[in-house]
């Protein structure tokens, strides 16, 4: 159990609002940006939650330490994550059952999902204390292992849930289901099943295309497959994508979700992946086209770009170069 914190009375800020910081504990950047998070919504008279374990660490008593198996989202009305992606899938996997929307703060390398990086602090502080975040509903995707006709387990994956070898020495042998029909079988390392907010996690590394988030799909995207038709695939929102871990398989699989919550897969185990009617909610300091996104998280070249406002403005010194 973890030790209580100083500050075990429930949050009192005048204005009865509060918020919920997560970070990553391990990383010293992540707990004196959180010290300072707290510090600024505390003089803007909002209250902070955070874990118990993380509140220890970080030791601010201006801070509500949630006690253990409490919900931690419970009455608030953000949260903000500091730390890499791996930091925002843990925050959306604590809001998600209240809806609390996450506002991600980058502390790691790419951070595709995260909305500002250290830098931005201070507009964070701003976006939260005038409630002028635009948040988005993200699509996430519900998974079942069934076994013998029996479903064993079910989950969950905002990113991707993929089935992976469990023996680095053999493959994988699987036959891919949509829609209750067969599409292939292959023999390979894995098959990753992705949202569209996934399109840029492990289904990209994995050789997938980039799906704007506004697009409901879903991905199915085989990991090194020893076939002659072996593409990713976009399938309708709708669909039910099935992947069977075909028995004779040695070593079986492992089933991996946003690559957080694992599971031993037996030859024979059924993997069957559907739209979930459960969303995440991510909240941005503004509203910006995804391009702009994928330009500056990967830092695409666009030198040379010659936009609307370019053409018009060469347009007019054609015709008045006196006043150009």
Partial sequence: MTAPHPATAAPSAGSGRRVLVITHTGRVAGVDVAREITKRLTEAGIAVSMLAAESAVIGDPAAFAVPDGADPAAGCEIAVAVGGDGTILRAAELTRPSGTPVLGINLGHVGFLAEAERADLEATVQAVSTRSCVVEERLTIDVAVVLDGDVTARGWALNEASVEKAARERMLEVVVEIDGRPLSRWGCDGVVFATPTGSTAYAFSAGGPVVWPQVDALLLVPLSAHALFARPLVTAPTSRLAVEVLRGTEGGGV??????????????????????????????????????????????????????????????????PDDA
């Fill in 255 to 320: 089933l991996w979700c946003d690559g957080r919550r694992m599971l031993d897969l037996r030859p024979g185990a059924r993997i069957e992946v559907t739209r979930s009617d459960r969303p995440v909610r991510l909240a941005r300091l503004r509203s910006a086209p995804f391009t702009d996104r994928l330009v500056a998280k990967f830092d695409l070249p666009t030198s040379g770009w010659r936009g609307a406002a370019e053409r018009r403005r060469d347009a007019w010194r054609e015709i008045r």
